[in-house]
Each structure stands twice: as C-alpha cells, then as structure tokens.
C-alpha cells in the first residue's frame, strides 16, 4: 500500500487550479459587494418602516434624541438609516434593533390561550440639535 509519493503533481496543473480558484473568488467577492452596497439603498420606505412607536417610554426618550420604529422583521440596520434618512432628512449616528418575541396571552372572551405576534423595534439614535417632527 503505497501512500505517500505515488501521485506526483506537476507545476502546470497546480498553476491551472490556482488561476481558477483565484477567478472564482474574485467573482463572488465583485458580486458580492454589489448586492450589499445596493440593498438598502433599493428598499423603500414603506418596505422598512412601518410606523413610529409611539410609547410613554418612546416619548421620554425622544427628549434624549432616541427616536424608536416599528419595523419590517427583514429589515437590517443600514436599511432603517437610509429609510430615516431619506423621510425624515436627518442622519442617525447610531441604530439598535430589537426583536420582541410574541407571547402567550389568556383569551378574555373564549377559553383557551392566544399568541401576539413577535415584532420588531428600532431605536435610533440622533445628533444633540436633530428633531424628528411626528405630526
């Protein structure tokens, strides 16, 4: 049983390999790049932000420049900056996404048990001077 040395690679074949797993690379990382930078630009406003969160909570933030939304379950954070900045005119400094998980709630009417649903929030976050105006 020879398992060492019975298969001897020439310099030709690994130049071959390396060329086109090099080229396979490049594509994928060119591709890549492309779909990321241009997703979040892409989405609109109505597929990102489904409305402001309007809370006791949300509403003692807001004296602190924190701003909270609703939000689609897809949405990442690059897509509710551009999303904010695109409607409201004002540049985020810092974004914090927060999924709610749905829970088990008593029915008061019928017997048995029910579900709300799971959501998502995003807090963001303003400069000092930056207002979000809700009308």
Known sequence: MALFGSKKNTGKTQNAKRKTQ??????????????RSTLHDTRSTS?????PRITEKAANMTAQGIYTF????SAT???????VKRLYKVTPVKITVVNTPAKRVKMKIRRGFGKTTASRK???FLKKGEQIQFS
């Open 77 to 83: 954070k690059k897509d509710v900056a551009a999303a």
């Open 22 to 35: 090099n080229a396979v690379q490049e594509k994928k990382t060119a591709s890549s790049e492309v779909s």
């Open 122 to 124: 995003a807090l963001v």
């Open 70 to 73: 609703d939000v689609r379950q």
């Open 47 to 51: 597929d990102v932000l489904i409305r």
